[in-house]
Nanobody, 125 residues
Framework: QMQLVESGGGLVQAGGSLRLSCAASGRTFSTYSLGWFRQAPGKRREFVASISRSADNTDYADSVKGRFTISRDNAKNTVYLQMNSLKPEDTAVYFC??????????????????WGQGTQVTVSS
């Protein structure tokens, strides 16, 4: 069992930056792929970014490429999401996820076995 706790959300003006952190419990942290998802009001939860167990592979949604960076520190059991050049459409609850699930064909990441409780990010225009 793994528990994930996000922090770092808040209110920021468009063009600003935020850094989300997600601290995980458990000694098997380094064995899991990790990611971030988000859910805006009235919309479905969507994939944002992922990072492999050894951090040698990352993937991003097209909407955040070039603006967001995912990283992990296995010694600290923590995964991060650096968000730059934020836009009002980035407003959502952001969820940390571990042990990601992906489709066999295409490797589309659609979920995870472990979730955090979410942290609110609000970008004002």
């Amino acid at each position: 069992q793994m528990q994930l706790v996000e922090s770092g959300g808040g209110l920021v003006q468009a063009g600003g930056s935020l850094r989300l952190s997600c601290a995980a419990s458990g000694r098997t942290f380094s064995t899991y792929s990790l990611g971030w998802f988000r859910q805006a009001p009235g919309k479905r939860r969507e994939f944002v970014a992922s990072i492999s167990r050894s951090a040698d592979n990352t993937d991003y949604a097209d909407s955040v490429k070039g603006r967001f960076t995912i990283s992990r520190d296995n010694a600290k059991n923590t995964v991060y999401l650096q968000m730059n050049s934020l836009k009002p459409e980035d407003t959502a609850v952001y969820f940390c996820a571990a042990d990601l699930l992906s489709t066999r064909v295409g490797g589309y990441i659609y979920g995870a076995n472990y979730w955090g409780q979410g942290t609110q990010v609000t970008v004002s225009s």
